[in-house]
């Protein structure tokens, strides 16, 4: 079955400094990764998806990830932290060619950012 | 722009009401899905619909049910809410092929039971 771990539910940064958002997946078949962001009262959105082109995935806001299969972990990092990261994201896990019922969301991370 | 529109932001109702959260999607994608986020818990599914009257319970559909009548929307039926049932309501959308497992989700409608 598949799983999804998001170690850290809060994780604080001085702005300015490397943010590491980590994402721990267990999946039967080569998966599909995803990180989305949602910011204060809205829904989510995209930031990144591997699909099984290159293992370092590049998405919005200078973020990226870097899909490790003998670590199963697609953590997510951005090189310096900006006021405006601060956020909760959702890592999450898709069978390849499972409906799309089958996607398993991590619990989240709440990102803050100190001035 | 590709968008999912929940009606309610922010509704307060009692115990015992029926509730309505109703979800519309203009991207033409023939999944939609409601989802319930709560703290810690991440989002959970709780129900599905991949075609127009077609629909699958997710993980936690106890005391919901649905509705598609339409393809482009999608509503979350409270038959009688209960306090337990206050939360974060998100809607979200996705194609059925290729099926890449990206969603496009709604702003939320936080429900508050009293």
């Given amino acids: ?115 | 722009d590709v968008k999912v529109t929940q009606s309610s932001r922010y509704l307060v109702k009692r115990t015992g009401e029926k509730v309505f959260l109703e979800c519309v999607q203009d991207m033409d994608h023939e999944n939609m899905f409601w989802y319930r986020q709560d703290p810690g818990l991440g989002l959970r599914l709780i129900y599905f619909s991949y075609d127009v009257k077609m629909k699958e319970k997710g993980d936690i559909p106890e005391g919901y049910s649905v509705s598609r009548e339409k393809k482009e929307r999608f509503s979350l039926i409270l038959e009688s809410a209960s306090t337990n049932q206050t939360s974060m309501y998100l809607c979200a959308s996705s194609l059925l092929a290729p099926n890449t497992g990206e969603l496009f989700f709604g702003e939320g409608s936080r429900l508050t039971v009293l």
Avoid at chain 1, 19 to 39: A, D, E, I
Avoid at chain 1, 80 to 106: L, N, Q, T, W
Wanted: with cysteine; glycine share 6%; aromatic share 12%.
């Fill in chain 1, 1 to 115: 079955a598949q799983s999804v771990t998001q170690l850290g539910s809060h994780v604080s940064v001085s702005e300015g400094a490397l943010v590491l958002l980590r994402c721990n997946y267990s999946s039967s078949v080569p998966p599909y990764l995803f990180w989305y962001v949602q910011y204060p009262n809205q829904g989510l959105q995209l930031l990144l998806k591997y699909t099984s082109a290159a293992t370092l995935v590049k998405g919005i806001n200078g973020f990226e990830a870097e899909f490790k299969k003998s670590e199963t972990s697609f953590h997510l990092t951005k090189p310096s932290a900006h006021m405006s990261d601060a956020a909760e994201y959702f890592c999450a896990v898709s069978d390849r060619g499972s409906s799309a019922s089958k996607i398993i969301f991590g619990s989240g991370t709440r990102l803050s950012i100190r001035p």
